[in-house]
């Protein structure tokens, strides 16, 4: 393929990976403190279901607003990561009391879930049969083993948040981690070529896939996520400083408007499949739409959060929690 597209390709199949992550990071946090605070049933009830009810709410909002009716790409119903993270919230006091060795030993299964998998994993969906269900049965395997973003295997990403969370400190252990995995990803690199096989595809024969998530995919993504993420924080762990001091700090608006901007830039999509009514752009126009539409949210993050922080998703789960107490 062009060039191009596959720079929007792997800059989008990253989003992903490293959005689920770091979610998953943020909710084995939440869940440390409300163990350590000695929470009751009924207070892990209160704060797991207003986080299922809106992220469950937002998933189907996002499906309505990008739906195949209009030009769209999902059904009304169809499951996706929001849905995922809606599974991350309910799991999460048990997650919070696995030791550090079962979480790893975990995150290890959930990665090789797809060599084990088979015809399970939809290999021969097209996309509108992957967004598709008929009944309860269909929805439910959509959901777990071959929508979009089942949770098996994609929980290995939440699971790698928590890992990832508990070795903040340990810096030599997450660089050890992340050698191994360029290690791995440059012999994906190496067997691509022996066999001419394409690298990495949306879907099809590719080493690395994403509908569904290969094995080979969730290791080296996971990779590149660790990557990033020890990049960006330089010391700051440490007590010292980010990796590039303040000089990044305009992108956190963004971070903590997460969900908003998640949903919200699904409207922008929803309206723009409407207007082309179809039609699909060329390469280098969907390459600025892409890039363009992606930063600029940035900016967006900081006038919201500045000018009316009440508007947000993630407003609104403070004030369910604050409300479910």
């Not at 660089?175 to 022996?194: E, W």
């Amino acid at each position: 393929g062009h060039p191009a597209a596959f720079v929007a390709a792997a800059f989008g199949g990253m989003a992903a990976p490293m959005f689920v992550t770091i979610s998953g990071w943020g909710m084995y946090r939440s869940s440390i403190r409300r163990f350590e605070e000695g929470h009751a049933a009924s207070e892990w009830f209160g704060w797991i279901l207003p986080r299922v009810a809106l992220l469950s709410s937002c998933q189907f909002l996002v499906n309505l607003l990008l739906n195949v009716e209009r030009g769209g790409r999902f059904e009304w119903h169809t499951p996706g990561v929001l849905t995922l993270l809606a599974i991350s919230a309910i799991i999460a006091p048990i997650l919070v009391r696995l030791s550090f060795a079962n979480r790893a030993a975990l995150t290890i299964a959930f990665g090789a879930v797809p060599l084990f998998m088979g015809s399970h994993s939809g290999e021969e969906l097209a996309w509108f049969e992957r967004v598709d269900s008929n009944g309860a049965r269909e929805w439910l395997q959509r959901l777990f083993l071959n929508g979009t973003y089942p949770a098996f295997p994609w929980l290995f990403f939440v699971f790698l948040g928590s890992i990832l969370h508990d070795l903040r400190d340990a810096s030599g252990t997450r660089k050890n981690l992340i050698g191994i995995g360029l290690s791995f990803s440059t012999l994906t690199i190496v067997y691509a070529i022996i066999e001419e096989r394409d690298w990495a595809l949306t879907s099809g024969d590719a080493v690395l896939t994403f509908f569904p998530a290969s094995f080979p995919f969730l290791l080296v993504s996971g990779c590149l996520v660790m990557l990033v993420m020890m990049l960006l924080e330089g010391e700051e762990n440490s007590g010292g400083d980010p990796a590039l001091g303040d000089k990044l700090s305009f992108l956190e608006p963004a971070g903590r408007l997460s969900l908003t901007i998640y949903v919200a830039h699904f409207a922008v999509l929803g309206a723009a499949a409407i207007m082309l009514d179809g039609a699909r752009l060329a390469v280098f126009p969907a390459f600025a739409v892409t890039l363009g539409h992606t930063f600029v949210w940035i900016p967006i993050a900081s006038i919201i959060e500045k000018k009316a922080p009440r508007i947000t998703l993630e407003n609104l789960l403070k004030s369910m929690d604050q409300s479910g107490r």
